[in-house]
């Protein structure tokens, strides 16, 4: 199986910018796609699709998310951070079945 | 609006059986890959099953393969987890979620339910 890991947690001031990373076991490109996505969690609440394919955004999310990455080393950044992104973070591969995710990057407040 | 409704969960003994239900609505179900995550209290997610269209081919991971079965009936827009041989690990939240594009198995997710939780104790 593919392994994701992440940072357990990220502390960020508001209005700053944050840079969570995932990094997978082998390369889940094939060819020029990246097949990196991201997930967000509050408490209490199912996760929410935030970018798929490593860089695209997906429908209604703000513009201040935004993933890059290729092969095994994939970003989200959340730039400027408001108090509305306090959550947890997942990264998910679907290169290779099973379709493995990050164990999560919690973002706190500093 | 695309919904997903899940129901089913609760409280069952290990080694007995319970089958999770979805509903869905604002979208042609037929259409759509369909699939289980899961997430066991204060930890990550893990994918449970996918079915296809047609339910003519379903996947499984290791974890749950020969126990678990993942079904539809897309007359009624609806997505089965039938679980047998249930352990104290399948204690979890479980989300039913499709998939952004039609037709085809993406591995990832742009729609969730809120999740049913199952607690597997005697």
């Known amino acids: 199986d593919i392994v994701l890991t992440q940072s357990p947690v990220l502390a960020v001031s508001l209005g700053q910018r944050a840079t969570i990373s995932c990094r997978a076991s082998?390369?889940?490109?094939?060819?020029?796609?990246?097949?990196m996505h991201w997930y967000q969690q509050k408490p209490g609440q199912q996760p929410k699709l935030l970018i798929y394919r490593a860089s695209n955004l997906a429908s209604g999310i703000p513009a201040r998310f935004s993933g890059s990455g290729s092969g095994t080393d994939f970003t989200l950044t959340i730039d400027p951070v408001q108090a509305d992104d306090i959550a947890a973070y997942y990264c998910q591969q679907s290169r290779e079945s099973p379709n493995t995710f990050g164990a999560g990057t919690k973002l706190e407040l500093k | 609006e695309v919904q997903l409704v899940e129901s089913g969960g609760g409280l069952v003994q290990p080694g007995r059986s319970l089958k999770l239900s979805c509903a869905a609505s604002?979208?042609?179900?037929?259409?759509?890959?369909m699939a289980w995550v899961r997430q066991a209290p204060k930890k990550g997610l893990e994918w449970v099953a996918t079915?296809?269209?047609?339910?003519?081919?379903?996947y499984y991971p290791d974890s749950v393969k020969g126990r678990f079965t993942i079904s539809r009936d897309n007359a009624k827009s609806s997505l089965y987890l039938q679980m047998n041989s249930l352990k104290s690990e399948d204690t979890a939240t479980y989300y039913c979620a499709r998939p952004l594009d039609y037709g085809s198995y993406e591995g990832w997710f742009a729609y969730w339910g809120q999740g049913t939780l199952v607690t597997v104790s005697s």
């Open positions: 604002g979208f042609t179900f037929s259409n759509y890959y």
């Open positions: 079915i296809s269209t047609s339910g003519s081919r379903t």
């Open positions: 082998q390369s889940v490109s094939i060819s020029s796609i990246n097949l």
